[in-house]
């Protein structure tokens, strides 16, 4: 059964809601870095070549992080070297400071995102640094990427919850986001890294920033929140949703994160909502079917496993 085959009504958008929402598709890179067996370079190119075609344009693609940390990911640039970009599509890469960049602009890529952390002990564990010293390795990598004329993305991850200190204030997320900001990237994600927020809260993280306008929002999935969250996300003007096909990921540096917000459920509320996103549902869920049969296992995605029977 098709998602046109439902018989869904015909639906009116919400004055309250964009038009049109970005997602931000980070299957190939946050999906797969977390699987506990190395994804073949063949099988990642038709993953994002069937997401493409599906007509998701943001595919974040890879991650220059050292392979010791991210094995996974010790392909990046056979990857990048064996990719065919389809016209409109962007393939961003996450690289983590100054030697990333190095191979990423080597790699020829056009669009970066760089990782920080909203909290301490995540920056410590994560990046081996502390919660200010992160930016001495993030200002360098920032710079030189805006001389090249790379567009930089900045993640800030633990915005709502760490699982080593609990709760984490919003002054502190907005510290940390603001001053990437300021630092020259274009766009900020926001971060639940480990699925514990609630729409009030992330209201309440929202309103503490300047321009929500360059703000995203990546909701994991832990408690079932991740599309209320989005909801009253999109309700505060945000207008790009990181989304992962099939449900795929985690974090492999908090084993508490469960999987990230699957794109096929998002694509089905936002279709339900009038919002458009210009993303063919049906041939996004039989992209996750096939992932799903590759990778040995269903995919978690509700709506997949729905629609796919």
Request: proline content about 5%.
């Amino acid at each position: 059964m098709g998602a046109r085959d439902v018989g869904l009504p015909d639906v009116v958008g919400s004055a309250s809601l964009p038009s049109r929402v970005t997602i931000w598709e980070v299957g190939a890179r946050d999906g797969l870095q977390n699987e506990s067996v190395v994804v073949p370079v063949a099988v990642k190119l038709e993953f994002l070549d069937r997401l493409a075609a599906a007509g998701l344009s943001v595919l974040e693609a890879t991650s220059f992080v050292h392979p010791k940390w991210v094995p996974q990911l010790a392909d990046a640039a056979e990857l990048l070297a064996g990719l065919s970009p389809r016209p409109g599509v962007v393939y961003p890469v996450l690289v983590p400071n100054e030697r990333g960049l190095d191979r990423a602009l080597e790699a020829g890529v056009t669009h970066i995102a760089i990782f920080a952390s909203a909290t301490e002990t995540f920056a410590s564990r994560n990046l081996n640094r502390t919660l200010d010293s992160q930016f001495e390795m993030f200002e360098p990598t920032v710079s030189r990427a805006l001389a090249a004329g790379l567009d930089v993305r900045g993640y800030v991850s633990m915005c709502f919850g760490d699982p080593w200190e609990g709760p984490v204030a919003r002054s502190q997320v907005v510290a940390v986001g603001e001053r990437l900001l300021e630092m020259g990237c274009s766009q900020l994600s926001l971060g639940d890294t480990i699925g514990v927020a609630t729409p009030g809260q992330v209201e309440s993280l929202l309103e503490g920033f300047r321009d929500v306008s360059r703000l995203a929002v990546h909701f994991h999935d832990t408690y079932g929140q991740a599309l209320s969250n989005t909801l009253a996300a999109l309700r505060c003007g945000v207008t790009t949703v990181d989304s992962s096909a099939g449900g795929l990921g985690g974090c492999p540096y908090a084993e508490s994160a469960t999987g990230n917000l699957a794109t096929e459920d998002l694509v089905w509320m936002l279709d339900g909502l009038g919002v458009e996103t210009g993303v063919d549902l049906d041939k996004l869920v039989e992209t996750s079917v096939w992932m799903a049969e590759q990778l040995g296992r269903p995919s978690p995605s509700r709506v997949v496993r729905a629609l796919s029977k």
